[in-house]
């Protein structure tokens, strides 16, 4: 019995101990909410769709070339986004995302001849990765595909070839591009956590800082529905 006993209590302290990637499971938690999602689309494009149904999900839960999980692409009007996470800064994100825009309109045009005469139309990307790391301090950065290529550099951009692709970072740590925070609240809570905790971790360990942060901001109203639902 006290086995038993012993065997539930540490089951349960396992439950509640909080994952150290919590700032990314915290915003892809954030984000499958549609009617979030269509929130930061509008702060960041200052469009005002209303209608959470006129946007269509479209992650892949398994990308077959880059082995990961994205937090969130979907498809809105003629545009086809990407947006991910970031806590780390990492030079790699324009091929990543090559790789999963490949996946994601082999999927998009399945079944359709290629070899036909009209020119077959596809959404328009964009994609934008939110960071909160410590190590990069802009408010915004831009990273690109061919800074990868072979025999390219800053100062010779020789070898450039045939394609490009554009990454948009946003510095998303609280204080950081305040008008985009303003203007959406999920985006605005999620800073204010992020920021509660890393504040709390300078005295107590990351299950207490993470546990103090949910209770401050579940008591100042931010996120307050969504942290009482997640709680556990």
Not at 199 to 213: F, G, R, T, V, Y
């Amino acid at each position: 019995m006290k086995k038993k006993k012993k065997a539930q209590k540490s089951i349960k302290a396992a439950e509640i101990t909080p994952y150290r990637s919590y700032k990314d499971r915290v915003f892809r938690m954030l984000y499958k909410d549609k009617a979030r999602l269509l929130e930061l689309y509008n702060a960041l494009n200052n469009t005002s769709y209303a209608n959470a149904d006129d946007l269509s999900i479209t992650t892949l839960e398994n990308a077959i070339f880059i082995k990961m999980k994205n937090d969130v692409s979907f498809i809105i009007d003629c545009n086809m986004c990407l947006y991910e996470h970031q806590s780390t800064y990492c030079p790699n994100m324009p091929l990543r995302g090559l790789l999963y825009f490949a996946d994601l309109y082999k999927k998009q045009i399945k079944g359709i001849d290629l070899s036909v005469s009209r020119q077959i139309k596809i959404p328009t990307p964009y994609y934008v990765v939110f960071y909160n790391g410590t190590d990069r301090n802009e408010e915004e950065f831009i990273q690109v595909l061919s800074d990868a290529f072979e025999g390219t550099n800053e100062d010779n951009k020789k070898g450039i070839g045939c394609m490009e692709l554009t990454v948009r970072t946003l510095n998303i740590n609280f204080g950081h591009n305040k008008e985009l925070l303003e203007k959406c609240e999920s985006l605005y809570g999620y800073a204010y956590f992020v920021a509660a905790v890393r504040k709390n971790l300078q005295c107590m360990d990351l299950s207490k800082a993470a546990e103090e942060a949910v209770n401050e901001c579940i008591d100042k109203n931010i996120l307050k529905q969504f942290f009482l639902e997640q709680k556990s």
